[in-house]
């Protein structure tokens, strides 16, 4: 399998439940990406790991929690969502963190919607 | 603060050319890119521009003035399949990608 894989696609949630997302990429990229999309915004970043640390954390609320184990893999742990975090989220990766034309590779997302 | 400002929507014609236009005002700049996402998909990338000029790529080129903050992305031969959001994203002094909220380009035949 190539590029960036996420699952699950789509995901239905209540507001006491606890989920993860999962997202691996298979381009030996070292850096990897979480972001929300929602409807008519611009993609939120929302975390950025470079060789499985983490670099960037764009105050995003706690009820949120990455994991990544390994430079291929990325997690979203989630727990006691509010229905306004229902949006598309995406994984992406890189090859780099910064500099020249290091495109970001996306996963096809994850549908996530909270009841 | 950050700002990147596109057009909402777009409509144009099967076989036409489209020019959608991108302002930025960020802190700092080190490259903008174009990319394409079409509806239920993920982004793809499309160009990517860190000198002033037109960069050519079979039917897609893009245009960067750094000096004005502008930059558009042009698609010449329009076919159905180039229906799509195409977002705009500046990467910043900090090297983060800053993105605009995406234009959905709508073809008729």
Redesign the interface.
Known sequence: ETGVTQTPRHLVMGMTNKKSLKCEQHLGHNAMYWYKQSAKKPLELMFVYSLEERVENNSVPSRFSPECPNSSHLFLHLHTLQPEDSALYLCASSQELAGGPDTQYFGPGTRLTVL | GQN?DQP?EMTATEGAIVQINCTYQTSGF??L?WYQQHAG?????LS?N?LDGLEEKGRFSSFLSRSKGYSYLLLKELQMKDSASY?C?V?DSN????????TKLIIKP
């Open positions: 990147i909402t080190n490259g890119f998909e993920a982004p793809t990338f990517y860190v977002l994203a990467r090297y983060q990608l800053i993105w605009g909220a995406g």
